[in-house]
């Protein structure tokens, strides 16, 4: 007597006996957003947050010190509020695209990490330069933690067979 593998999901299919599903139904699965891409899409509206918070911080700073606030700190917070401000515009059209499962969402979302790498090394070298802060790893730890980010999840989507079913075919 011979086992018959097949598909967990549609359960009619025969498959291979080291697969869990059918070939169409593994593209269905496959052509939606899950497994490991819900980190990175958590990643974008945590970061869409935060970018809110860092906007509404400035601005209550502002409030409380306006006339009071140095021209070299006024320099380094509109520098960062600019930033801020593009990195969330960056971020909506990369969500977008990401619930529209389109091929250029790998492209984006790698422009995006690259851009949080380079806007964050930008504002620490103003910080240093205008505002003579101190260079120690407190400094630089945003900027190490978004390198890091960048190895992990560039490599993944530009390998990851499950980014090239979801977005790219």
């Given at each position: 007597?011979?086992?018959k593998?097949?598909?967990?999901?549609?359960g009619?299919k025969?498959i291979p006996?080291?697969a869990?599903?059918?070939?169409e139904?593994?593209?269905?699965?496959?052509?939606r957003?899950g497994g490991?891409?819900?980190?990175?899409l958590?990643?974008?509206f945590?970061?869409?947050g935060?970018g809110g918070?860092t906007?509404s911080e400035w601005?209550?700073l502002?409030?409380?010190?306006?006339?009071?606030?140095?021209?070299?700190?006024?320099q380094v917070?509109?520098i960062?509020?600019?930033?801020?401000i593009?990195t969330?515009?960056l971020?909506v059209?990369t969500?977008?695209?990401f619930?529209r499962l389109?091929?250029?969402l790998?492209?984006?979302?790698i422009?995006f990490?690259?851009?949080a790498?380079?806007s964050?090394?930008i504002?620490?070298?103003?910080?240093?330069?205008?505002l003579?802060v101190n260079?120690d790893?407190?400094?630089?730890?945003?900027?190490?933690?978004?390198v890091?980010?960048?190895?992990?999840?560039?490599?993944?989507?530009?390998?990851?067979?499950r980014?090239?079913?979801?977005f790219v075919h």
């Open positions: 007597m011979e086992h593998w097949v598909c967990i999901q549609c009619e025969e006996q080291y869990e599903y059918c070939d139904c593994a593209e269905k699965r496959m052509s957003i490991w891409l819900w980190l990175p958590i990643t974008l945590l970061s869409l935060a918070y906007l601005y209550d502002y409030q409380q010190n306006a006339g009071y606030i140095p021209d070299r700190v006024l917070m509109y960062n509020i600019a930033f801020t593009l969330m515009l971020i059209a969500l977008y695209y619930f389109s091929r250029y790998p492209k984006l979302f422009a990490i690259l851009f790498i380079a964050e090394a504002q620490e070298i103003v910080l240093v330069n205008l003579d260079v790893f407190t400094l630089y730890y945003p900027l190490i933690r978004l890091i980010y960048a190895i992990i999840w560039v490599s993944y989507f530009l390998v990851s067979e980014v090239k079913r979801t």
